[in-house]
């Protein structure tokens, strides 16, 4: 079974602080890496992708990948209130029909405390 | 240019009835994915179509769902004499033909309720 592990949280964090969100998965082989924000009662949303080894930032957020380590993560500096979502890992599995079949893990429930 | 639309938003049901949800790809996408959310839990791959093809149905329950995705037309997840087990947020994403794949794009849903 190829999966995706995240902490479910919740993870509070101050105003202002830097939140760090992790998540590991199982198939070596997968290639592609997405960091997706879901508030509640809404559809996910797609805030970062990411294909290499290192980090990728994209305004607050800073996606870093360790491919060694099957490990993904997720920093959102100068968090904020409207930051409280559930944070869900994405990981496009490794698959011999050559699509995409993307694998979610069950999310990270993030508050940020004015 | 319109995202993957989705309706209803929300669906009511009574155990034993039918459920159709529909979904619109993006505009120039062929390829539509079928997710399911239960609550309090992550999103669940079901089916991958592409036009008038399903491509892989490995999550698909065995017994009373089914999906269509034709010539002409949205897409449509039906589901068979609904359960109370059976209430959820499905979503659709879809995505282009070829390479350049970043991410789904999920329409907003429909929450399927079963009393």
């Known amino acids: 079974q190829k999966e995706v592990e995240q902490n479910s949280g919740p993870l509070s964090v101050p105003e202002g602080a830097i939140a760090s969100l992790n998540c590991t998965y199982s198939?070596?082989?997968?290639?592609?890496f997405f960091w997706y924000r879901q508030y509640s009662g809404k559809s996910p949303e797609l805030i970062m992708s990411?294909?290499?080894?290192g980090d990728k930032e994209d305004g607050r957020f800073t996606a870093q990948l360790n491919k060694a380590s099957q490990y993904v993560s997720l920093l959102i500096r100068d968090s904020q209130p409207s930051d409280s979502a559930t944070y869900l890992c994405?990981?496009?599995?490794?698959?011999?029909?050559?699509?995409?079949?993307?694998?979610f893990g069950t999310g990270t429930k993030l508050q940020v405390i004015p | 240019n319109a995202g993957v639309m989705q309706n209803p938003r929300h669906l009511v049901r009574r155990r034993g009835q039918e459920a159709r949800l529909r979904c619109s790809p993006m505009?120039?996408?062929?390829?539509v994915y079928w997710y399911r959310q239960l609550p309090e839990e992550g999103l669940k791959f079901m089916v991958y179509?592409?036009?008038?093809?399903?491509?892989?149905e490995s999550g698909m329950p065995k017994e009373r769902f089914s999906a269509e995705f034709p010539k002409e037309g949205p897409s449509i997840l039906r589901i068979q004499q609904v359960v109370r087990g059976d209430s959820a947020a499905y979503f659709c994403a879809s995505s282009p033909l070829g390479s350049g794949f970043d991410g789904y794009t999920f329409g907003s849903g429909t929450r399927l309720t079963v009393v």
């Open positions: 505009k120039g996408h062929s390829h």
């Open positions: 994405a990981v496009n599995m490794d698959n011999s029909g050559g699509y995409q079949k993307v694998t």
């Open positions: 198939d070596r082989g997968s290639q592609s």
């Open positions: 990411i294909y290499s080894n």
């Open positions: 179509l592409q036009k008038e093809n399903i491509i892989d």
